[in-house]
């Protein structure tokens, strides 16, 4: 659907984005991930068409952007907001005829989707009488509701109660099957574990991870153990088989240098600590990201 | 196209809806006739009610003809009197007198009192007194028809003939009329020719200020609340921009429509003569060409705006431009041949004002016309242009407002 190769755009004095290169297929949910700043709205701007890259190309189906691209594209930008005085439907509607739809329709569908969200009484609402949540709703309707074929969604858990987080996982499963391309940008680790097939991480504007989820974290290898306890885990830290330690109050996540060493760790904490849990895994994505970001690798190869 | 027109329909809808335009739209034609057209009102309606007057007739022989004079002279429905005159003394303390008339006013039997010195035929001077002097018309009706008196008496004492002096006097009436290139009169006076004109140059000033406005916070808004940005993924910026200008512009032309509306019918119910304006097309023809400068100005100065307040900065300079010709409008319509005039009227920002005042008093030579028009059209399509380029970039611009280098670079942009 998306093929986006070495993209590249300066601003000013600083280079936002460079040596950038992305497939996203239909059906895909992909997660474009990177610390505040690394470039990654910049990227997304570029793939909308809102600014213009100075190298590299896009192309949509192997097509370059052109008059149709503009309605079979969604985006719900990260910073949030609508016109304050005008109705919730009105709005919608509008947004959705930009985008191609007939107003009758998009009316139509207007009304099934505030359904969906549970806020069909408020249709008729000024956009400012609304909750920020419930705001933040009307968005994510405007940004799907004239079916685009690539969707780009840029921090859309943000915001969102544990409920309407559920409903919106919901939501977008269902979109992916009805063969849309997701584009999720993030830096909320566990939403991306449970939602996406590929990632491209990038910081300070090169990307420095790219690949699909699975391949990635097996490159990083089995060598993480997760541990459930009751007690003073300070000393973790400390003990010399453990290369990288991430203690919490109750709950700790080590890297080992050699997951061979486990049993000596078991070993070791018995008498110390109430184990509830002993799990050997994957590392989290969580601790990749802070790991290639916070140790500035040079780019990876998949 | 199609989504140009449908930006235009919303900004057009969303704004019409607006409490904000409602209230514009009730509030300025009452403003306009508050401060233009009551007053005149006013001051020219005529009396309804009989004024009691009194007279302090020193000389003693001034009274009768002067309250005659008087009687004749203004009259009020029914032929009655506009003012009735009350002698107020025949004899004894003046000072007394004097004091009683001042009495009478204060109590409201009389409404103010004239005293004439016996020394009036020498220096002419007399004294009005009254609780309301600032009613003009009374002190100037009584000091011209005392004048009258005094000349008639002075005339008589000369030797001359009342009847002769009945006759010399003359009154006069002044019409004046307009010339028009067809070689016909039509009656109109100075400040006809120079409302007619001056209509034209408002309504361009209302819709230039109205829709530029709401098209410089349009843009903020839609910065500030970051729909720009899902717009931007759905349409160009050119789209936006021109469908912006479209759906505003229409907005403005709603607006002064009517407005004009009810300054017609308000007319037609006052029984005012309503101007009919020769060259209509080649006027429309400025208008159109100048409201689309203006708006190009609008655009180019507003979209690197982020804040209500540097839009209304930025408002408020565009507007003086167009608020300099109204200055020199008195100047232009007495004297539109001068050499000043004509220059000025060469200047892009200015040639629609300037040109519609002439063309209202008198037609421009043919060679002006043709080349204000062209200067005025290819600075419209370069402002366009330069405005394009400016929003294209500037609108995605926030936090700090673009310098003026900067903006030079948007221009250079691809």
Known sequence: MLNVSNLRKEFDTIVAVDGVSLTVNRGEVFGLLGPNGAGKTTTIRTILNIIKPDEGTITFDGLPFNERTWNAIGYLPEERGLYRKSKVLNTIVYFATLKGVEPKEARRRGHGWLERFEILDRAQAKVEELSKGNQQKIQLIISLLHQPQLLVLDEPFSGFDPVNQILLKDILLDIRKQNTAIIFSTHQMEQVEKMCDNICLINKGR???????RQIKQQYGKNSVHIDFEGEGGFLKDLPMVKKADVYQNYCELELHDIRQSGELLAKLNGHLLIRRYEIVEPSLNSIFLDVVGHQTSPVAP | MKKKLDIAKWEFLEKVRSKAFLISLILMPVLMV???ILPGLLASKPDTRIYTLGVIDETRELLPTFSKKLEEKYRIENDLPNYVIRNLWIGGDLNAVR???VQLVAKGEIYGFLYIPSDVMLNGKVEYRAENVSNFRIAERLSRTLEETLTEKKLIAAGFDASLIKELRTRIDLRSLKITEGGEEKESGFLQTFFGAYIFIMMLLFMVLSSGQLLIRSVVEEKTNRVMEVLLSSCSANDLMVGKILGLSA??????????LIGIALSLQLGTNIVAVEYLWLLAVYFVLGYLLYAAIFVGAGAPVT?????????????MTLVFPIVLAVPATQNPDSILIKVLSFIPFMTPS??????????PPVWEIVGTLVLLAVSVVVAMWGAGKIFRVAILSYGKRPTIPEMVRM???R
Request: charged share 10%; proline share 2%.
């Open chain 2, 251 to 260: 907005l403005g032309l709603f607006q002064v429509a009517i407005w004009s």
């Open chain 2, 411 to 413: 221009l250079r942009t």
């Open chain 2, 354 to 363: 300037f040109m519609l005042l002439r063309i209202s008093v008198q037609l």
């Open chain 2, 307 to 319: 804040t209500e307040q540097e839009a209304q900065q930025i408002t408020t300079y565009v507007s």
């Open chain 1, 207 to 213: 990307p420095v991870l790219s690949g699909s989820l």
């Open chain 2, 34 to 36: 508050g401060f233009a």
């Open chain 2, 99 to 101: 004091q009683e008339a």
